[in-house]
């Protein structure tokens, strides 16, 4: 039986190697945060992260995640940068039906994880692969320029009781 390390903590599993991460997640250990949207990692919803990396969980066989850190939605605010995101999102209102965001989030945590100071163009680039039927795009792009603002002010007791250092 595979055994994967999902946010900080080794789980073993029961499925086949070619069973994708997204449905490991959800059906074996119970984390419905990820969502299934397309199944063809077209959409984004399925967004974790493997070493850091955004990847669509729809389409990734367990195989290929053996060894790996694995980051679910549930963990992400136990990160510096995941803080300030979901500070950002619910600042900003960005969420209206909320299906896709999840991995509008994990997607915008690893854009701020490698640049804090992103262009829209940036921005653009970094979430082109997270569809929102909801279109609440201007809003994410908002939310991703109040996160990488909220990161590189200077700390204050303010912004140290928002996002705590991790």
Known sequence: MPTLNVNGQ???VNAAPE?????????????TGTKYGCGQALCGACTVHVDGEPTRSCVLPL???EGKKITTIEAIDTQKVGQA???????LDVVQCGYCQSGQVMSAVALLTVN???SDADIDAAMSGNVCRCATYQRIRAAIHEAAQALTAPITSRTASNIQEG
């Open 85 to 91: 995101v979901q500070a950002a999102w619910q600042k």
């Open 19 to 31: 069973t994708p991460l997204l449905w490991v997640l959800r059906d074996s250990l119970q984390m």
């Open 63 to 65: 195989s290929a995640v």
């Open 10 to 12: 080794m789980r073993t």
């Open 116 to 118: 804090q100071k992103p």
